[in-house]
């Protein structure tokens, strides 16, 4: 799966959250998304993460983002878009192999 496909299914479960939301502004690869920065709550992360897990399922790949392997790195997946669609594609080369 191209890189490109796996930072828009992330940028549009975003946007649908800010949408619903009321929050102004766009996503981009830049986006925080954990952290005092971040617009996203406990659970609004917890949601979001869950459509995105939705959509790669629906694709043919279930992958678990909050997984043990997830949070026991050093450098959390979670930071922002960019360092999710890294992992995403990490975890979508081991299932593709």
Known sequence: MQRETIEGAIITALNDYWETQGIEGGVNPDTILL?????????????????????????????????????SR??????????????ISELIEEASK
């Open 35 to 71: 952290g005092s920065d971040s617009e996203l709550d406990s659970m609004a992360i917890v949601n979001v993460v869950i459509d995105i897990e939705c959509y790669f399922q629906d694709q043919g790949y279930n992958i678990s983002l909050a997984s043990e392997r997830a949070m």
């Open 74 to 87: 050093k450098s959390s997946p979670f930071r922002n878009v960019t360092t999710l669609t890294d992992y």
